[in-house]
């Protein structure tokens, strides 16, 4: 599946995002799904996804194949680039990226 991630910017503490990922593919089909981010130096961590959670939401719209990462209170520590990840058939599959930027 390919996948394709949007909604990254540049925003002020405390502010909110919403990031999209569009599947390739019926995501009804797919039974993992999450996101990542990863900032410079460091290594990939999962945010949030199917069954996980953590400080953001993570959402599905399978009608229109795509997942939110929902954001607020955003701080300058949770600028990275945001990935977006599915598990399809037993094959990791990563979208390019999307880079929130977090201003102090």
């Known amino acids: 599946v390919q996948l394709q991630a949007s909604g990254g910017g540049l925003v002020q503490a405390g502010g909110s995002l919403r990031l999209s990922c569009v599947a390739s593919?019926?995501?009804?089909?797919?039974?993992?799904m999450a996101w990542y981010r990863q900032a410079p130096g460091t290594a990939r961590e999962l945010v949030a996804g199917?069954?996980?959670?953590?400080p953001f939401t993570f959402s599905r719209d399978n009608a229109k194949n795509t997942v939110y990462l929902e954001m607020h209170d955003l701080k300058p520590e949770d600028s990275a680039v945001y990935f977006c990840?599915?598990?399809?058939?037993?094959?990791?599959?990563w979208g390019e990226g999307t880079l929130v930027t977090v201003s102090s």
């Open positions: 990840y599915a598990r399809d058939r037993g094959a990791d599959c």
């Open positions: 199917d069954a996980v959670r953590g």
């Open positions: 593919k019926n995501i009804a089909d797919i039974n993992y």
